[in-house]
């Protein structure tokens, strides 16, 4: 029997595409603020319709990472990390439901992660994870500098936990989670207060104590969408009118 084979539906081919166009950014080929070739030229390059091609591109424009220019071509964009974040900081900021769900996921995988590293966790880890709570406590006024630390940490306790579905399942994340924490990041005393939050996680996990390493990694989510919430939506007054309330970081142990 001969097997039955269909065409490749065009949705398929076009992030084809996309991924193709990625991957010669990431591999340095193609260059921030670099022209691609012209449409036609580009199509024949890849093997595939022009249609298809524009789709891709238009995915790409989408999410910032290349821009089409009338009339003279697409471009690749500076890739500057606050332009690329921008579409997933529109779907953070949507509604507080986006956060939500973003933060109940984080609170199902980040502490089977940091229960399963308390498990399997070296020494050498340990400290390493040790010296991101000191860099991030340095970087008090530095937000991109504790962004990379807290990312350091986060990354760390992945890597500890030695299970590669889980890691690929928090890459996945990853995009959404760096959006979110560069909008946290600058709430009041989340810079200051988080690093104790920090801390208490590498304890448990020096400890070896796996219930304590979940315990502790979802109290620190906890404190950081509440302290979010608190900042971004605020509470309504007496007199019906929307309100700025306190952070509720600054009342984080």
């Not at 670099?34 to 591109?57: C, D, I, M, Y």
């Not at 697409?74 to 507080?96: C, E, K, N, R, W």
């Not at 306790?157 to 946290?184: D, G, H, K």
Request: with cysteine.
């Amino acid at each position: 029997m001969q097997p039955r084979f269909r065409a490749l539906e065009r949705r398929a081919l076009a992030e084809q595409i996309a991924e193709r166009i990625l991957q010669l950014i990431r591999d340095g080929e193609l260059q921030p603020g670099q022209k691609l070739p012209p449409e036609r030229e580009l199509a024949a390059l890849l093997g595939v319709s022009r249609a298809s091609l524009r789709e891709a591109t238009k995915a790409l424009a989408m999410r910032n990472i290349v821009e089409i220019r009338q009339g003279d071509g697409t471009y690749v964009t500076s890739l500057d990390p606050a332009l690329l974040m921008a579409p997933l900081d529109f779907f953070l900021a949507l509604s507080q439901s986006n956060f939500f769900h973003l933060f109940e996921v984080r609170k199902i995988l980040e502490g089977s992660t940091a229960a399963l590293a308390a498990e399997r966790i070296t020494d050498e880890e340990v400290d390493y994870l040790q010296e991101c709570v000191h860099r991030a406590e340095r970087a008090a006024e530095d937000s991109e500098a504790y962004l990379q630390a807290d990312l350091d940490l986060h990354n760390g306790i992945v890597q500890a936990a030695r299970n590669p579905v889980l890691a690929r399942l928090m890459e996945s994340l990853s995009a959404l989670t760096w959006a979110s924490r560069r909008r946290t990041v600058e709430v009041p005393g989340v810079k200051v207060h988080a690093p104790k939050d920090h801390q208490a996680i590498v304890d448990a996990l020096r400890a070896r104590d796996p219930e304590r390493s979940r315990h502790m990694m979802l109290r620190h989510l906890e404190h950081i969408q509440k302290a979010l919430e608190a900042e971004r939506w605020g509470e309504a007054g007496e007199d019906g009118e929307q309100v700025e309330v306190q952070s509720r970081a600054s009342c984080l142990p």
